[in-house]
């Protein structure tokens, strides 16, 4: 069964500062690839997906990741965050083999004004 | 376009009981997810339904059951309540199938199981 790992579970991080959240998977097949974001009170949403195709993908509000097949990692990026970005981030995986969709543990992103 | 709606918001039940929770997708959409959610175990997949059949299920013991109705709306039910049932239940919808397109979530029902 496929896995997913944030390595990061909680970061701290001043306005205007660049953010990279790591995600890796475990599966050696085809693989879609999902960031979802909850803020505060707030429902989960998707931020961005990756199918297939150009493996630098660009989600809302200036957020993008890229996916490295070599490495199995679909890492979340963003050039410059704003306070607003508080919330949790989870990475997510569908294979191939099955429609379950696996989530990594979530990280939380504070930036401080 | 309306939501995914998720009844009821917060339940206060004890151990032994049981509880169903309810799940309106988006209209159109005809696969219905649930997810366990928890400070310790993260979000975890409880079953995925697809024109009323389960196409999926997770890890769970057998007192987490669903449907899926013909309308697409989904219920989930839990019996014999324990008290680490207790955790926000997460219902997501997608037009064909997590596989091929990105889950729309609901903001959840909050059990605690006293």
């Known amino acids: 069964a496929q896995s997913v790992s944030q390595h990061n579970h909680h970061v701290i991080l001043s306005e205007a500062a660049s953010l990279e959240l790591g995600c890796n998977y475990s599966y050696g097949g085809t693989v879609n690839l999902f960031w979802y974001v909850q803020y505060p009170g707030q429902h989960l949403q998707l931020l961005l997906k990756?199918?297939?195709?150009?493996?630098l993908v660009k989600g809302i509000k200036g957020f993008e990741a890229e996916f490295i097949k070599s490495k199995f990692s679909f890492n979340l990026r963003k050039p410059s965050v704003q306070w607003s970005d508080t919330a949790e981030y989870f990475c997510a995986v569908i294979t191939n083999a099955g429609n379950m969709l696996t989530f990594g543990g979530g990280t939380r992103l504070m930036v401080k004004p | 376009k309306a939501g995914v709606t998720q009844t009821p918001r917060y339940l206060i039940k004890t151990r032994g009981q049981q509880v169903t929770l309810s799940c309106s997708p988006i209209?159109?959409?005809?696969?219905v997810s649930w997810y366990q959610q928890t400070p310790g175990q993260g979000l975890q997949f409880l079953f995925e339904y697809f024109s009323e059949t389960q196409r999926n299920k997770g890890n769970f013991p057998g007192r987490f059951s669903g449907r899926q109705f013909s309308n697409s709306r989904s219920e989930m039910n839990v019996s014999t309540l324990e008290l680490g049932d207790s955790a926000l239940y997460l219902c997501?919808?997608?037009?064909?199938?997590?596989?091929?397109?990105?889950?729309?979530f609901g903001n959840g029902t909050r059990l605690t199981v006293t």
């Open positions: 990756y199918f297939s195709g150009d493996p």
């Open positions: 209209s159109g959409h005809r696969s």
């Open positions: 997501a919808s997608s037009l064909v199938g997590a596989e091929n397109s990105p889950l729309h």
